[in-house]
Nanobody, 127 residues
Framework: QVQLVESGGGLVQAGASLRLSCLAS????????MGWFRQAPGKEREFVGG????????WYGDSAKGRFTISRDNAKNTVYLDMYNLKPEDTAVYYC????????????????????WGQGTQVTVSS
């Protein structure tokens, strides 16, 4: 499995932008599809976005469409989540996840579709 460490979270005001990073170590990063999820207090873990192994295919949850962008740099073993025009309802712990094996692009949207998880990074958006 791959080990994942998120960074980049923090406290920002509504309308701000933030970039989250997830550094992977262990087995070959470029063989894993990657995803971002978030979880607010008292809520289920929510899919934010996913990216395939080469980085040329991306898919998003409804809450992220139009405001968030997922990308990866396989040379740096890192996946990113760029978040724009943040809203208070984006406040959550954000997790990156890695999924091994072959799945058609776009079908990984549930926590069970991923095998390895980071510890999460807190994002708080004030109004």
């Amino acid at each position: 499995q791959v080990q994942l460490v998120e960074s980049g979270g923090g406290l920002v005001q509504a309308g701000a932008s933030l970039r989250l990073s997830c550094l992977a170590s262990g087995r070959t990063f470029s063989s894993y599809a990657m995803g971002w999820f978030r979880q607010a207090p008292g809520k289920e873990r929510e899919f934010v976005g996913g990216i395939n192994v080469s980085g040329d295919r991306k898919w998003y949850g409804d809450s992220a469409k139009g405001r968030f962008t997922i990308s990866r740099d396989n040379a740096k073993n890192t996946v990113y989540l760029d978040m724009y025009n943040l809203k208070p309802e984006d406040t959550a712990v954000y997790y990156c996840a890695a999924g091994g094996g072959f799945r058609p692009v776009g079908v990984r949207t549930k926590p069970g579709d991923f095998d390895s998880w980071g510890q999460g990074t807190q994002v708080t958006v004030s109004s």
